[in-house]
């Protein structure tokens, strides 16, 4: 989260690519949790899990919960050509089942997802804002109202229903026309189509993630949700244009081999 808001505290490296040209590498995962650790001690790698772990829990009781309400009858996979429009309705069906569990489960456990980025991003400016759960509910209910708990689910909700709809049609087409039934490792790489798809359309849909996450942070009185960080967005939608616009919709995606972007020129010369 702390890249994703651009908060860079460590210089980049110098490094070489798979094509041995020189490149600049921001910080990885190792190093800045080495570097929180220095300045906040072990404690500081949890900010926010309090917070997260209620999300978390709450979003799995949800999505139980609708699951139980409204079941989903189940049906023997078809893989036959001569099936696919049987084939479709079924994975039609079923997405549209999951996504309404997504969405319900989503909107549930927002506020406390809000509260958690808060309470991380709280690391940028030392400050002790939202310190702890009730008390954030509090500050936030106090100063931005009910609306404040929602802030960025918008584009969280469209990142969920884009990838469910992406991941399971590209699953099912790829199953379908693909992979033969006369192969005899068929039913082991249908297994693993929708997996690897999921890992595909993440990379896809990371943006919807990374502006409801500045969403979540911007203009709530913490100095990671201000400027030089980022403007005050009226809306996603300006978060998101102000993102391409300066080529950062996937900031933050990396957690290893983080690339900084700088002009070819600003390398010393050997």
């Known amino acids: 989260l702390l890249p994703q ?17 020189k490149v600049l590498y921001l910080p990885g995962f190792f190093t800045y949790a080495r570097h929180i650790v220095e300045v906040d001690g072990k404690r ?12 978390s829990t709450l979003s799995t009781i949800t999505r139980g919960s609708v699951k139980k309400a409204f079941p989903l009858e189940d049906m023997e996979h078809v893989s036959n050509k001569d099936d696919v429009k049987t084939s479709l309705r079924k994975v039609v069906r079923e997405t549209s089942h999951e996504m309404m569990m997504q969405c319900v489960s989503r909107v549930v456990s ?7 980025m808060r ?8 400050e002790v804002k939202y ?9 936030i209910f106090k100063e931005e109202g009910i609306l404040g708990f929602f802030v960025g689910l918008v584009p969280h909700i469209l990142g969920d229903v ?19 039934d006369n192969f005899s490792q068929a039913s082991v790489i249908r297994s693993y189509t929708k997996f690897v798809m999921g890992i595909a359309v993440s990379m896809l849909t990371y943006p919807f993630l990374l502006v409801g996450d500045l969403m979540a942070v911007n203009n709530c009185g ?9 403007p005050v967005f009226a809306s996603w939608i300006h978060c998101w244009r102000y993102l391409s ?3 950062q919709l996937f900031r933050g995606s990396s957690l290893l081999f983080r690339r900084a972007s700088i002009p070819a020129a600003s390398f010393p010369v050997d």
């Open 245 to 247: 616009a300066q080529g």
């Open 5 to 21: 808001v651009g908060h860079e505290p460590l210089p980049p490296t110098i490094g070489r690519n798979v094509l041995g040209r």
């Open 44 to 55: 500081g790698l949890f900010r926010g899990l309090t917070p997260r772990l209620i999300s």
């Open 110 to 116: 927002h506020p406390l997802h809000v509260i958690s």
């Open 222 to 230: 913490l100095r990671a949700g201000l400027p030089p960080y980022a």
């Open 131 to 139: 310190s702890g759960v009730f008390r954030a509910i509090g500050r």
């Open 162 to 180: 884009i990838f469910l709809w992406c991941c399971n049609l590209l699953a099912h087409f790829i199953n379908t026309y693909a992979v033969d």
């Open 119 to 126: 309470c991380m991003v709280q690391f940028v400016g030392r």
